[in-house]
């Protein structure tokens, strides 16, 4: 059982900046945000693996969000640039064993999700 604790969510302006981070409690191979807002599907946002090659951005936030991670400390963090009222949703820290399975939205674990909400 892997938990992750997820932090940074909370309440910006239109074209502010947020930084989430996520915290594993123990070493996971591929990491990634996925959010969901009310009404809509569920999405992922960004994902990367554990050597931090070729990371996924899903085409909405590309040039806006970056992914990285630091691996000593099993931790993921998601920068959030340019922020949209459309980027409002609960985002959701996730891992899986593939890099390719979290793309598909096949994740192992997630955490308990923090609000992020964009004001117009």
């Known amino acids: 059982q892997v938990h992750l604790a997820e932090r940074g969510g909370g309440l910006v302006q239109s074209g502010g900046s947020l930084r989430l981070s996520c915290a594993a409690s123990s070493s996971v191979y591929a990491m990634g945000w996925f959010r969901q807002a009310p009404g809509k599907e569920r999405e992922l946002v960004v994902a990367i693996d554990y050597e931090g090659e070729k990371p996924y951005y899903t085409d909405s936030v590309k040039g806006r969000f970056t992914i990285s991670r630091n691996n000593a400390d099993n931790a993921v963090y998601m920068q959030m640039n340019s922020l949209k009222p459309e980027d409002t949703a609960v985002y959701y820290c996730?891992?899986?064993?593939?890099?390719?399975?979290?793309?598909?939205?096949?994740?192992?674990?997630w955490g308990q999700g923090t609000q992020v909400t964009v004001s117009s």
């Open positions: 996730a891992t899986s064993n593939r890099m390719a399975n979290i793309v598909k939205g096949e994740y192992t674990y």
